[in-house]
């Protein structure tokens, strides 16, 4: 399959430690995956659903211990424990290998070792990085054809000396207790033991493309992030591009694949998904920043996606789709969970396989689908897919955008004053947990640019690299800070959210294009209200004014949590973010 030595000793050394009874590599080949999808259907790891209403569709069902990323056994393994730095879990680099070469001992007898060639990002693209996975599952084989590009093209394009990252896999027997997700970004390597459930085995996704990339990109000069990557297409035909990161129940992937409202959408608004998740950004030659999309599928959550949410998205599932961990409605071998619809059906086998009658079963409180449960869904099937997708010098940049859930603290949308002060808004991203949805004040969690879990390494050197990469952008992208979440004094919510979000992003590309003033605050430019696309919204003046109004009182009380939470860098805390934190204090008292 390749004349590469570097890839062919690993193998081999691979190969001596787990004991597979055979190897077999995946040559990205229709026959090929459709052979392993029916020998998975046969031994029970996949379900094949109804393929007159679902084609090429299949489910599976973990284990109920293996139903989630698991963030306190995953560490990043770096010479030193500083390299690795105080959010992430460390361990020695010798210590953790002699520690999981025990449990991968002998860990594949009896069982089939796949090899995954496969690109993040278009094969042959500038951008693309190359991994190659080991591992003893067909469900991560058939996850990762979705989810990335596999096959003998990534072999021709690595060539007989190209690097790689080594991704190891074994489902053992899936111990919680001795379940490992392991990254030792100076070695290019990723270990996943003990685990079945995608994001921790489906290695080109978070680990790869975010915590080893996310190193790859500090060594080398461009930037892994959390980011969506969308087009905005105006009734001219021009299209302009977002970055955009959020926290966990932010709306992200809805923003990804969003709708226009009615009014916008008959003067000729249209959105393009680039990518719902991650972003790889490298300076262009015209000294702009261009992102390409990584991934090759989505890897979402169900419970929540219907028409109504997110139209785009439950389309992209209709075909050639694996369900992870939803509901099968019995009756016509189709998948069912909470907020696809108000119907569950009648004969349903809930997510840990107990035929119930799901009509009585979730009247009790009981989910037909675990809340975690997932579908994978190639990215071509989206309706609202980019036609630069698979573009392989990226699209370019005009605005990069954060997000949170704050109750009172940020307003609708404001921009930085400039890059430095974009990298300190993304910095102190946060949310709140959904105690503030009650009206009580809810609990501030800290989530940087989104990367609190993703970071290959010390996050105090991630800020700094985003500093560094602001002197090497000579037309960097302007930064904004947006929050959906802002309650009234009744705990509602102020702003109607989802498809109207698109107003606020033109007002961003208006300011972008210098088309709008804006209003200069204590904590940056906040928009004039006649500026907003507002037609059709049932929102009074006052309301307007409250949300994009700014509470000095909160945000000096957000200042006290913002230095509490970065005093854990220490000395290695960029000077520009304690500048930052001191004008913003100045500004405040005022």
């Not at 804006?518 to 004014?545: H, R, W």
Request: charged share 25%; aromatic share 10%.
């Amino acid at each position: 399959m390749t004349n590469n030595k570097k890839v062919l000793t690993w193998l081999e050394e691979m190969k001596a430690l787990c004991k597979p009874d055979k190897v077999v590599w995946i040559d990205g080949s229709e026959a090929q995956l459709e052979a392993l999808r029916e020998e998975a259907v046969s031994t029970g790891e996949m379900i094949k659903l109804n393929q007159e209403k679902l084609p090429g569709c299949y489910y599976h069902r973990t284990a109920e211990n293996d139903v989630a990323r698991v963030e306190d056994r995953t560490f990043i393994c770096t010479e030193t424990e500083e390299e690795a730095g105080p959010i992430n879990n460390w361990m020695a680099p010798a210590e953790m290998y002699a520690k999981l070469n025990k449990l991968y001992d002998g860990s594949m007898v009896g069982r089939t070792m796949y090899v995954i060639p496969y690109s993040m990002g278009p094969v042959g693209s500038p951008f693309s990085k190359i991994g190659i996975e080991l591992t003893d599952s067909i469900y991560v084989v058939l996850n990762m054809d979705i989810m990335t590009r596999v096959g003998n093209s990534v072999l021709e394009a690595l060539g007989e000396d190209g690097d790689f990252v080594k991704c190891l896999h074994a489902k053992r027997d899936v111990n919680p207790d001795e379940r490992y997700i392991v990254h030792f970004p100076q070695d290019n390597t990723i270990m996943s033991v003990n685990s079945a459930y995608g994001g921790n085995v489906l290695l080109g996704k978070k680990c790869f493309a975010l915590r080893i990339a996310s190193y790859q990109g500090m060594k080398e000069g461009w930037m892994a992030e959390h980011m969506l990557i969308l087009g905005l297409e105006n009734p001219k035909g021009e299209v302009k591009y977002i970055c955009a990161a959020f926290p966990s129940a932010c709306g992200k992937t809805n923003l990804a694949m969003l709708i226009p409202p009615k009014f916008l959408k008959e003067q000729g608004y249209k959105v393009w998904t680039v990518g719902d998740d991650i972003a790889w950004l490298r300076v262009g030659e015209d000294g702009r920043l261009y992102a390409i999309n990584p991934e090759a599928g989505f890897f979402g959550v169900a419970p929540g996606t219907s028409e109504k949410s997110n139209f785009n998205a439950l389309e992209a599932t209709k075909k050639n789709t694996i369900f992870t961990n939803v509901a099968i409605n019995e009756e016509d071998m189709t998948v069912w969970w909470e907020g696809l619809d108000k119907n569950p059906p009648e004969k349903a086998t809930e997510w840990k396989g107990a035929h119930v009658n799901g009509k009585e079963y979730t009247a009790d409180g009981n989910k037909l689908a675990h809340p975690n449960s997932r579908f994978t869904a190639p990215a071509i099937n989206c309706p609202c897919i980019s036609p630069e997708f698979e573009n392989p010098q990226g699209v370019p940049i005009s605005a990069i955008v954060f997000g949170g859930r704050r109750a009172k603290t940020a307003p609708l949308v404001y921009q930085a004053r400039d890059w430095d002060h974009g990298v300190f808004v993304g910095a102190t991203m946060a949310s709140e947990t959904t105690a503030a949805a009650a009206g009580a004040v809810g609990v501030v969690r800290r989530d940087p640019m989104a990367m609190r879990p993703f970071v290959g390494y010390n996050m105090a050197d991630y800020f700094q690299h985003w500093y560094d990469m602001g002197k090497k952008i000579a037309n960097p992208p302007k930064i904004f800070n947006v929050n959906w979440f802002r309650l009234d004094d009744e705990g509602n919510f102020m702003w109607p959210g989802f498809g109207d979000n698109m107003r606020v992003l033109n007002w961003i590309l208006d300011r972008c294009d210098g088309k709008v003033d804006a209003v200069e605050t204590e904590i940056g430019f906040v928009p004039n209200k006649e500026d907003l696309q507002l037609e059709g919204l049932d929102l009074s003046d006052e309301a307007i004014t409250e949300l994009l109004s700014i509470d000095k009182q909160a945000w000096k009380e957000d200042l006290a949590n913002q230095r509490e939470f970065f005093a854990q860098f220490g000395d290695k805390l960029p000077k520009e973010i304690k500048d930052s934190m001191d004008t913003l204090e100045a500004n405040l008292n005022k």
